[in-house]
């Protein structure tokens, strides 16, 4: 098993087994929505796309933000701690990077699973069971690295075994660095001020067993489920 980490979705690949990290916040609360209850998360690429999705499935929440804020008239934002008990049967979200990688690694990828720290473990267990090639996708920011995307890549890789590429090699060099994951996640150098709970929710290591997988595409969503 080959293990590889594409530093932002331009530099992804097709292989067999893709695992999508946008730690702050996306992956995150992927897992933490499935994990209470909700029965689906829809991950769709722009805002117009979520609204008329919502409308059509009725009993969803429609969830989301831009460059960090949430959007106006949106039931709830991108904070995993907004996703504690499920308030209706399925998620429709949209974020400005993590719901755009896992709609591209939808194309390129025959299994996608949706990872972060805080299914950490588990997320790592699927993927060496199927002892297929693992690119771990990092959905960065406006196409660029992000650190803190990068050091959750390198703690999967750590979890993985397989032969490392270069930039797994270097992933999992950075995730030495940082034995604590918040200091890990804390490195990033954007973002905007005020996540203080939301990066401590997101950096506690392998506390749920979920495993978000693609389901199948409902028009231009990716339907993420367990």
């Not at 530099?11 to 897992?31: C, F, K, N």
């Not at 297929?132 to 990068?150: K, L, Q, R």
């Amino acid at each position: 098993m080959r293990v590889h980490v594409a530093f932002t979705p331009g530099e992804a690949a097709r292989v067999p087994t893709g695992v999508v990290v946008d730690v702050l916040r996306a992956t995150s609360t992927i897992t933490q929505a499935l994990d209470a209850g909700y029965a689906a998360v829809f991950c769709c690429a722009e805002v117009e796309e979520a609204r008329a999705l919502a409308a059509e499935l009725g009993d969803a929440v429609l969830a989301g933000e831009r460059r960090g804020d949430s959007v106006p008239d949106f039931d709830l934002g991108n904070s995993p701690r907004e996703f504690l008990a499920a308030r209706a049967r399925a998620v429709v979200l949209t974020t400005t990077n993590g719901t755009r990688a896992l709609v591209e690694a939808a194309a390129n990828c025959d299994v996608v699973l949706a990872g972060s720290l805080l299914n950490l473990s588990a997320v790592a267990e699927a993927a060496r069971i199927r002892g297929e090639d693992v690119e771990i996708v990092c959905a960065g920011v406006g196409g660029n690295c992000s650190d803190d995307d990068a050091y959750c890549a390198g703690r999967l890789v750590q979890a993985l075994e397989g032969e490392r590429t270069d930039a797994a090699v270097a992933a999992a060099f950075l995730a030495d660095a940082f034995p604590d994951p918040l200091d890990g996640i804390n490195a990033r150098t954007y973002g905007p001020p005020g996540l203080e709970e939301d990066i401590a929710f997101c950096a506690r290591a392998s506390v749920l067993e979920v495993v978000p997988r693609l389901a199948g595409m409902r028009g231009p969503a990716a339907e993420i489920t367990l």
